[in-house]
């Protein structure tokens, strides 16, 4: 079946807006031409991920072989310049558009790959190497779309896609434990005498994760020198994103660090406002 490139960048805009709602009220902060290339982005960031956690009962090397096929998929139809996938007819057109370097998306590929055999992470370093893919990368790829007036944009964009998934890592806790994964360092749990398997909220783990919090924050602040890099729209908009993440970190300080009986969320009233107010300014 034939997929018509409105079709796949609505996929990808339905992807965006169910499953990252946070990014997705930001991007009407953005001049509606662009809207739609971040959209294709996160379509295509979801679908790789979804292939890792979300087929069911499916063995390692099944799940191995999809993301495989779909980076070959992506690269093969990059260089052809047309897709026919739901999902990558619109990456591909985003990417030809921008010029993004082929580089990015498979180090994101590679990361994706390390979650079927990689559950933990000894250092905060070897956290990096996984997040360098994972997430850093995921503010080079914006870059293109973001225009930024000069290059020193580049590592507080990084920065910026770091702490976005760190701030995922803590408020995720209890359902990475079931997915047989801990992204905390073990030298940060050993520190502090933590155990996760537990899920028990102790003076211990309200120390842990005020100590990750705090690593959290030192990265966003570096991100909001990079924003203030962006053109006035997209400034905004990353802004607007940065705004709402960042408060889950204070409702995971209002529920008491507890990740494990409840989940930090930012109300989506609170999101559709602060979009609004990106979009007239008053952000």
């Given at each position: 079946?034939?997929?018509?490139?409105?079709?796949?960048?609505?996929?990808?805009?339905?992807?965006?807006?169910?499953?990252?709602?946070?990014?997705?009220?930001?991007?009407?902060?953005?001049?509606?031409?662009?809207?739609?290339?971040?959209?294709?982005?996160?379509?295509?960031?979801?679908?790789?991920?979804?292939?890792?956690?979300?087929?069911?009962?499916?063995?390692?090397?099944?799940?191995?072989?999809?993301?495989?096929?779909?980076?070959?998929?992506?690269?093969?139809?990059?260089?052809?310049?047309?897709?026919?996938?739901?999902?990558?007819k619109a990456v591909v057109?985003?990417?030809?558009?921008?010029?993004?370097?082929?580089?990015?998306?498979?180090?994101?590929?590679?990361?994706?790959a390390m979650d079927l055999?990689?559950?933990?992470?000894?250092?905060?370093?070897?956290?990096?190497?996984?997040?360098?893919?994972?997430?850093?990368?995921?503010?080079?790829m914006m870059l293109p779309?973001?225009?930024?007036?000069?290059?020193?944009?580049?590592?507080?964009?990084?920065?910026?896609?770091?702490?976005?998934?760190?701030?995922?890592?803590?408020?995720?806790?209890?359902?990475?434990?079931?997915?047989?994964?801990?992204?905390?360092?073990?030298?940060?749990?050993?520190?502090?005498?933590?155990?996760?398997?537990?899920?028990?909220?102790?003076?211990?783990?309200?120390?842990?994760?005020?100590?990750?919090?705090?690593?959290?924050?030192?990265?966003?602040?570096?991100?909001?020198?990079?924003?203030?890099?962006?053109?006035?729209?997209?400034?905004?908009?990353?802004?607007?994103?940065?705004?709402?993440?960042?408060?889950?970190?204070?409702?995971?300080?209002?529920?008491?660090?507890?990740?494990?009986?409840?989940?930090?969320?930012?109300?989506?009233?609170?999101?559709?406002?602060?979009?609004?107010?990106?979009?007239?300014?008053?952000?």
């Amino acid at each position: 079946m034939t997929v018509s490139l409105q079709e796949s960048y609505a996929h990808c805009r339905t992807l965006n807006k169910q499953y990252g709602t946070t990014y997705y009220w930001a991007t009407y902060a953005l001049p509606r031409v662009k809207r739609h290339h971040v959209w294709a982005l996160y379509g295509f960031c979801r679908h790789a991920d979804d292939i890792v956690d979300d087929l069911g009962d499916a063995p390692v090397a099944e799940r191995a072989a999809a993301l495989s096929d779909f980076g070959d998929r992506l690269f093969l139809d990059w260089q052809r310049g047309r897709s026919d996938d739901i999902v990558l007819k619109a990456v591909v057109h985003t990417i030809n558009a921008f010029g993004h370097d082929p580089e990015v998306f498979r180090r994101f590929l590679a990361s994706m790959a390390m979650d079927l055999s990689i559950s933990t992470y000894e250092t905060f370093d070897d956290l990096l190497g996984y997040t360098d893919g994972s997430a850093a990368v995921i503010g080079e790829m914006m870059l293109p779309i973001l225009e930024p007036a000069s290059p020193l944009a580049f590592a507080h964009a990084r920065d910026l896609g770091t702490a976005f998934q760190l701030t995922n890592f803590l408020r995720d806790v209890d359902e990475d434990l079931t997915r047989g994964r801990v992204y905390i360092p073990q030298e940060d749990l050993a520190r502090f005498g933590v155990d996760p398997q537990r899920r028990i909220v102790d003076q211990a783990w309200i120390e842990l994760m005020r100590f990750e919090i705090e690593r959290c924050r030192q990265l966003y602040a570096s991100a909001d020198i990079g924003i203030g890099m962006l053109p006035p729209a997209e400034g905004r908009c990353v802004r607007a994103a940065r705004v709402l993440y960042s408060q889950i970190l204070d409702r995971i300080v209002d529920n008491g660090y507890d990740v494990f009986t409840q989940r930090a969320r930012v109300p989506t009233f609170r999101k559709a406002a602060t979009a609004f107010a990106a979009m007239t300014h008053v952000a």
